[in-house]
């Protein structure tokens, strides 16, 4: 699938490894599920803008909205949880193998460390749930594994995603604790800039500065790594990013009607309903049945859950390839960066004391609500962005760093030859 030296030489391949992906290029499939994957993205991330999650349970149970909230954190777990950071992953992977056939690895390693200076600033400035970093470590590392046969890729992705089962296990019963010096470092941290466990929660509520905001982001960052570390995050997006490999490889996303969707449907169901819902009220119950049972139940839920919203969304667009609906949920697919530090910015503006300050005055399940529907005015605005544009801003600022010229942002102005 690289690019050979012999075609490098040519004035096609040349073009084509300085040029992004072009619109007839573009499988809208793939935009549609990454927009579903922001919606539930927004869900997941929005009760942590909103400090909902800063709470204690005492300090939760004292909202109004209690007992629908409690209704609410099950669902979230049961439907939300993993799922479609699972799906974004999957879709990186096959981004990854439709940059690898038009444009080779090379400038997937450049794209790849301008995400990790995107990342870091993110994480730095912004929001401390920055995603973005561990994705481009991980889409470096994906680089790895490129000249490996499917059977050996698909041992290494089941293994990588079941690591960290063996991991918690040897947490829970051998006392080995991975992640200590980065809890140690994140409190350290914490407490030089006088952020404790009493303010924690009320801290971005309270702040009238940005520069209080960038102290709780400094420890939020150490707190990152440290979440990043306990959840064994890094082996579970890697698996992820595998299985998309080889997804996008077979190109499987441009044979939909080749594939047996309704049988894997009903496979990915019924294993993802009962494993979901005892993962949901493990989840919900601290963990009654230990760390590694949860680790497990995790492994074996989230990934059949988000294969069966995955696997339905493609049923629905076979059946009616055509309808409106698609180009809507597919705009902010194709503005899938602009519209994640868009739901960062719009977090800190209406949660944060820097902001509007609505920060723990709102229970779970308007959260959630405000959470749809910020994402469906980003839905509007990037459908309208995109009649006039080619690319997010974004994403046209990073292809402009990655490409290295000028490209054209503007429908119907002539690409750089």
Known sequence: MNVNEKEANTPTSEKLVNSPTSEKQRFAILDVLRGLALMGIALANFPEFGLWTFLSGEEQATMPTYSIDEVVRFMQYLLVDGKFYTIFSILFGIGFSLILAHH???????????????????????????????????????TLFVKMTDRRLLAIAVALILIPIALDAMTEFGGIDFARPFYEKWWAVATANGITEQNFATWLRDADSYGEVFAFLQQGACERMWEFVEGHRLPKVLGLFIMGYLIGKHRLYARLHELPLRRMLLLSLTIALPTSLLYAWSATNGHPWGRTAHAALYAVSIIPMALSYTVSLCMLYRRRPDCS??????????????????????GVCLFYGIGMGLGLSMGLVYIELTALTVFALQTVLCRCWLHYFRFGPLEWLWRLATYGHYLPIKHGTCRRQ
Not at 106 to 125: D, K, S, T, Y
Not at 129 to 142: F, H, K, R, T, V
């Open 104 to 142: 080779g690895r090379r400038l997937f390693v450049r794209r790849m460390a301008i995400l990790v200076a995107i990342g870091f600033l993110h994480l730095m400035f912004v929001w401390s749930g920055d995603i973005l970093l561990l994705y481009a470590i991980g889409g470096l590392l994906l």
């Open 325 to 346: 609906f698609w180009s809507w949920l597919a705009a902010p697919g194709r503005m899938a960066l602009s519209c994640y530090i868009g739901q960062s910015v719009i």
